[in-house]
């Protein structure tokens, strides 16, 4: 029998999982004093749909996700690897409340690390 393995996108939920994982995820950031003013002028609603989109893509999922440039978007807001590594904290911990085994969690951990450089200003390469 071949049976099909499905994608981490299916895995959490398709879209509906998508959009709660990103509702989460960003109340837990906006909970972390130690990352929560890296949004305080961004426009939330803006900021969560661009995320669903990223996060369709890089489960596996429909995607129209613009690939803007990350490295310009985040130039210049100071955002370091322990601001970075808080940001992928929360974002474990979100996806400890989906049924997601611990080997998918790192993987999305993974993808997410591929973004480090772009995003920092002094990283190190992965911070997981």
Same mark, same amino acid.
């Given at each position: 029998?071949? !049976?099909?393995?499905? &994608?981490?996108? !299916? /895995?959490?939920?398709?879209?509906?999982?998508?959009?709660? #994982?990103? $509702?989460?995820?960003?109340? /837990?950031? #906006?909970?972390? $004093?130690?990352?929560?003013?890296?949004?305080?002028? &961004?426009?939330?609603?803006?900021?969560?749909?661009?995320?669903?989109?990223?996060?369709? @893509?890089? #489960?596996?999922?429909?995607?129209?996700?613009?690939?803007?440039? @990350?490295?310009?978007?985040?130039?210049?807001?100071?955002?370091? &690897? /322990?601001?970075?590594?808080?940001?992928?904290?929360? #974002?474990?911990?979100? @996806?400890?409340?989906? $049924?997601?085994? =611990?080997? $998918? /969690?790192? =993987?999305?951990?993974? &993808? @997410?690390?591929?973004?480090?450089?772009?995003?920092?200003?002094?990283?190190?390469?992965?911070?997981?």
């Amino acid at each position: 029998m071949n !049976e099909k393995k499905s &994608t981490l996108y !299916e /895995r959490i939920g398709g879209q509906d999982g998508v959009v709660r #994982l990103v $509702d989460i995820f960003y109340s /837990r950031v #906006l909970g972390d $004093d130690s990352i929560n003013q890296f949004f305080s002028t &961004t426009s939330m609603d803006q900021l969560k749909n661009m995320q669903q989109e990223f996060f369709s @893509l890089a #489960l596996g999922g429909p995607s129209k996700y613009s690939d803007i440039d @990350l490295s310009m978007a985040h130039k210049g807001k100071g955002i370091q &690897t /322990r601001h970075f590594k808080a940001f992928v904290e929360n #974002l474990f911990s979100t @996806l400890a409340e989906f $049924d997601l085994n =611990e080997n $998918d /969690r790192y =993987e999305i951990i993974s &993808t @997410l690390n591929t973004y480090v450089e772009e995003i920092t200003d002094d990283s190190p390469g992965s911070v997981i």
